[in-house]
């Protein structure tokens, strides 16, 4: 077995970085099925030949979209995500994505306009002012990677929730989708989006949301794993539609709930 | 209930040593728990617990993604074919029947008998000593294996469980640990199952 890095609660941001790059595909891997022994261990197993990668992975696609609903049955608004004290935060905390922190968005602040669409009554734009202005609500909680990988962090801001009532947005629509200054996006239910963790979040430790976290706004939700959190979010729409998301597309999990 | 023990009994020469519901149950175990494990060394590799990675060309699903859609498909199939095979053995006395009493002594005198190749097999519907303790030992393992998965796939909403298992890093560790006692099982139960092939024949025909 392959020698490599020591794991992760030591924490050190350089390994994480390179870490965020098993997140992508390898191109030469795309087919889920091109495992090599693998591959021929299951066929040897199943009896039959499953040349055609595609046609098994539109099955696991489906399978993945019923765990979707699975999911989302389990989903309980009152079933708060576990807090921590202030001595459990993770420091440094990870800095996480599928680019180097240099080359993470920079938003200009006093330009920055948060903007609202889709099934809202109010579409007007917010500043940073505004909505530095919102009630503020404080969670330390535990953030959980895809890769497995979980550290705990503390963060600032409004609850979404309450924004989304004084937008007067149609809370029985299905979705809230998310725009990211760097071209991420992410769609999420509507429960998530009212449960009472999930955070419009401004700050990180109390201190001004760096850059690296998803500077001026980012989305907490520890109900859902770390990739469904968007950063540099630029605009938010109510929505019948499922938008996707930019993993999603790629065959992560939809719901992603925890 | 005693059904299975009284077909035993009646037709000596026709004796059914694994009913028709351990040998769907098991082979589609052994497929599901195949899957899993492939799958799962891929999703363990994006972020190690230990000093070493699985060689990539022996895991399934190509990247991170992909193993993971394998491992929350093939989950379903595990979880409700070992339901059956346990509420059958549970219920038909198979489990109590066969697995049980296990006497330490008993177990260490056919261990020794084993490794002196010395161990009797002319009587496939019995388990020894060394059986019964393996068998009852991947079965636990596979419970514990389901219930940490399930306690790090939903830490919140199954928080109860994820607290009972130790949290979610720790949860995360007897989830390879309960892995690595089922492929330490399945090493010696395949070279065991092998070496005595009537074993297997019977697993496969039912006698
Ligand atoms: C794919 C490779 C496998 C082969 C060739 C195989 C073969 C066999 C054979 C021949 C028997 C009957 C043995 C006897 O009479 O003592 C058996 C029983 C059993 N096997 Fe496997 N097996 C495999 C995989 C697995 C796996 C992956 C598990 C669990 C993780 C498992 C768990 C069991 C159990 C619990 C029994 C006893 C069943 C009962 O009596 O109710 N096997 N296996």
Redesign the interface.
């Known amino acids: 077995m392959a020698r490599i890095r020591k794991p992760i609660p030591g924490v050190d941001p350089k390994l994480l970085i390179k870490d965020a790059g098993k997140l992508l595909p390898d191109p030469t891997r795309r087919l889920f099925l091109r495992g090599g022994a693998s591959l021929g261990a299951l066929t040897f197993l199943t009896g039959c030949d499953i040349v055609d990668g595609l046609s098994a992975e539109k099955a696991l696609r489906k399978i993945s979209e019923f765990n979707d609903g699975a999911q989302a049955l389990l989903f309980s608004a009152a079933k708060l995500a576990p807090t921590y004290p202030q001595s459990a935060i993770t420091r440094p905390f990870p800095f996480n994505a599928y680019y180097g922190p240099d080359d993470a968005p920079e938003v200009d602040g006093k330009d920055y306009a948060l903007e609202v669409g889709g099934l809202v009554d109010n579409k007007k734009k917010w500043t940073l002012d505004e909505l530095y202005a919102l009630p503020e609500v404080s969670q330390i909680t535990r953030h959980i990677c895809v890769e497995g990988w979980s550290a705990i962090g503390s963060w600032q801001g409004a609850r979404l929730s309450d924004f989304l009532q004084r937008v007067g947005a149609d809370t029985r629509a299905k979705y809230v989708w998310f725009q990211c200054a760097e071209g991420y996006s992410n769609t999420i239910d509507m429960p998530t989006a009212l449960h009472p963790q999930t955070q419009m979040t401004f700050k990180f430790d109390n201190q001004i949301l760096p850059r690296a976290y998803g500077y001026p706004m980012k989305i907490r939700m520890p109900t859902k794993l770390g990739f469904k959190n968007p950063k540099y979010v630029v605009a938010m729409h109510v929505t019948n539609t499922d938008l996707g998301g930019y993993w999603e597309n790629q065959g992560y999990n939809w719901f992603s709930g925890l | 209930m005693t059904a299975m023990a009284d077909i035993e009994v009646a037709a000596p020469d026709k004796i059914v040593i694994h009913p028709v519901w351990v040998r769907i149950t098991h082979w589609v175990n052994?497929?599901a728990m195949?899957?899993m494990i492939?799958s799962g060394w891929q999703?363990?590799?994006?972020?190690?617990?230990?000093?070493?990675?699985?060689?990539p060309?022996?895991?399934?699903?190509?990247?991170?993604?992909?193993?993971?859609?394998?491992h929350?498909?093939a989950m379903?199939l595990l979880a409700v074919n070992g339901l059956v095979y346990l509420a059958f053995g549970l219920a038909t006395g198979r489990f109590a029947r066969k697995f049980f009493p296990i006497r330490p002594r008993e177990v260490l005198a056919d261990t020794r008998a084993a490794l002196a190749g010395k161990l009797s097999h002319d009587d496939l519907s019995v388990y020894n000593a060394v059986q019964k303790l393996l068998y009852v030992g991947v079965i636990v393992a596979g419970i514990l294996i389901v219930l940490s998965g399930l306690a790090?796939w939903?830490?919140?909403?199954l928080?109860e469980l994820t607290t009972v298992m130790g949290g979610?890093?720790a949860a995360?560790y007897v989830h390879f640990v309960a892995m690595a006692v089922i492929v330490g099982f399945l090493v010696v139960h395949v070279a065991l199952a092998l070496i005595v092939p009537k074993s297997l024949r019977a697993m496969l025909r039912g006698r």
Do not use: C, E, H, M
């Not at chain 2, 190509?62 to 394998?70: D, P, R, S, V």
């Open positions: 052994a497929l195949i899957v492939l999703i363990y590799n994006a972020s190690p617990l230990f000093n070493f990675i699985f060689p060309s022996i895991t399934l699903g190509g990247w991170l993604a992909g193993a993971l859609l394998w929350f498909a379903w790090i939903k830490p919140i909403q928080q979610y890093d995360r």
